[in-house]
């Protein structure tokens, strides 16, 4: 028996999966292209990255499937997935301890299937699940920050449709954006999603309207963006699409594989800016009536944004006699450097589904520098200063040396800070942050509410990619009149 929640979620599953047939112990190490490592000053290429062995996660009683995983800021890395047919579980690993053991997830029932897990800028841990309570399956969360649990709170409600698969994607706005598959029959599936903005969700709001659509994944990049990929049917097979959201609008759709049966895609960007997507593609071992097939990762790359790589595939084990399937990767940037992909797989076996993990080797040598927060006011006094805070984040390999210039900008832009020469160390671990403070004099500055930009050139050997982390905005900052005794005391007070 395999994929048991498909017995209760989407019908159409037990045929989109019915050739999968499993029964042997075979173990191939997968070796991908190894080319000469770059000099220090020309950006890392994933080319030279190669992949290891599989390794078991879990070995537990019943089907462990779609697997989500999480690299915490703390340092901390977690992984969830549904245990048989309707128990979330979930580990945790750190450096010092390991892997933890295996626990249930707490969502206050036991019918949760397709978990996922992300991470708010406040460093709090969003969980989301879909749970059927009513007869239809709808979408939870909570939040996890300070050692506990909050409430569960119901995201989707309605009583003609199916929510599955949720991704979560934080931008560096701090908007919280989750996305899902919307099941409505067997040839009527979509992708939505819906944004959280400080503590405001917004409405349900469709992203494809193509016959089905399924399993979405999503990706905050360094420079703010915010990508979504998902796999369509089309003429029996499924196809990799993808989209992006700049801030303003969304790119058109980009068919990325054809002619295949892809499904279950996977998004991450390593820490040289690449951005990887790894999906599940069946590959035919055998010809004729009874012709055999199998599911198997494969991988692509692209180093700006649009060009993408050949398709590579990843895994290789199980043969025309004893076929295996790897499902559902899901893919983290680790801060020991390596990419984690975790998936689903019948291996070694092919008797019930667990996960396992592949790593890549090091990303490094890099050079990556990314603003991470900007804070000010909200508020400011005209005739007085505002205060600038700005956290910079070393996630390279390298000591660097930066120019920041800092501007405001309203109907005219005024220059808070020009070419500020700051250092930014090299931490004992992945990474460093460093915040520097800045002091804008408002005496000539006319009211009104500002966007503050913070930026600096291009690192010498820091991808195209990478680089998009130089910049980013805070919005906004109101100066108001100026500040009175006995007159104005807030905000209020002084309207714009």
């Known amino acids: 028996m395999q994929f048991e929640i498909i017995v209760y979620s989407r019908p159409q599953e037990a045929s989109r999966y019915s050739y999968l047939r499993k029964n042997v112990i075979l173990l191939l190490t997968v070796v991908l292209l190894l080319l000469a490592l770059p000099m220090f000053s020309v950006p890392r290429v994933a080319g030279s990255t190669s992949f290891g062995s599989p390794q078991a996660l879990e070995l537990t009683p019943g089907s462990s499937t779609y697997p989500s995983s999480l690299q915490a800021r ?6 969830t997935w549904q245990q ?61 920050s300070n ?36 099941y409505v029959s067997s040839t009527s599936a979509s992708i939505y999603y819906k944004t959280l903005k400080g503590d405001s969700w917004s409405g349900d709001v469709q992203l494809s309207s193509s016959n ?17 990929a998902w796999s369509r ?28 049966y892809d499904i279950d895609p996977g998004l991450v960007q390593d820490r040289n800016g690449t951005i990887w997507i790894f999906y599940s593609r069946q590959v035919q071992l ?39 399937d790897d499902l559902s990767p899901s893919v983290v940037q680790g801060f020991d450097k390596t ?63 930066i120019q920041l210039t800092i501007t405001a900008t309203n109907l005219t832009t005024y220059t808070i800070a020009s070419s500020v020469t700051e250092t930014i160390p090299l931490g004992s671990t992945t990474m460093t942050t460093v915040t520097f403070t800045f ?36 919005k906004v900052l109101t100066i108001l009149p100026p500040f009175k005794t006995g007159g104005c005391h807030n905000h209020r007070d002084c309207p714009v």
Do not use: C
Not at 74 to 79: F, N, Y
Not at 217 to 227: M, N, Q, R, V, Y
Not at 444 to 458: A, E, M
């Open 233 to 260: 049917q089309n003429s029996g097979n499924y196809n990799v699409i993808y989209r992006n959201y700049n801030g303003i609008t969304w790119s058109p759709e980009t068919t990325l594989t054809t002619n295949n």
């Open 212 to 228: 089905v659509d399924v399993t979405p994944t999503s990706l905050a990049t360094f420079d703010g963006k915010i990508w979504i």
């Open 286 to 324: 055998s010809t004729g009536t009874n012709a055999v097939y199998e599911q198997k990762l494969f991988y692509k790359y692209t180093y700006d944004g649009s060009t993408w790589a050949a398709d590579t595939q990843l895994t290789t084990y199980g043969d025309v006699n004893t076929p295996l």
């Open 84 to 144: 048989y047919y309707e128990t979330g579980v979930y580990m945790t690993y750190s450096t010092s301890h390991g892997w933890s053991v295996i626990q249930t997830l707490p969502t206050g029932n036991t019918f949760v299937i397709s978990p996922a897990l992300g991470q708010l800028r406040n460093s709090s841990i969003i969980l989301l699940w879909s749970s059927n309570q009513t007869g239809r399956w709808n979408l939870f969360y909570k939040l996890y």
């Open 339 to 401: 990419l984690w992909i975790f998936y689903s797989t019948d291996y070694p076996f092919a008797s019930e589904y667990d996960v396992y993990y592949i790593k890549s080797s090091a990303i490094t040598p890099v050079h990556n520098v990314v603003i991470t927060t900007i804070q000010s006011g909200p508020y400011a006094f005209q005739k007085n200063f505002a205060t600038v805070l700005v956290q910079i984040t070393n996630l390279g390999d390298y000591f660097e040396t």
């Open 74 to 79: 703390d340092g901390t890395l977690w992984v």
């Open 147 to 182: 050692g506990a649990w909050r409430n569960s709170v119901q995201l989707t409600s309605g009583t003609s449709f199916d929510d599955f698969f949720p991704h979560a994607a934080v931008s560096t706005n701090s908007t919280v954006y989750v996305f899902w598959e919307r």
């Open 439 to 474: 002091s804008w004099s408002t005496t000539s500055i006319p009211l009104g509410r500002y966007v503050v930009t913070v930026s600096y050139p291009r690192l010498t050997g820091q991808s195209l990619l990478a680089s998009g982390g130089d910049q980013l905005q805070f």
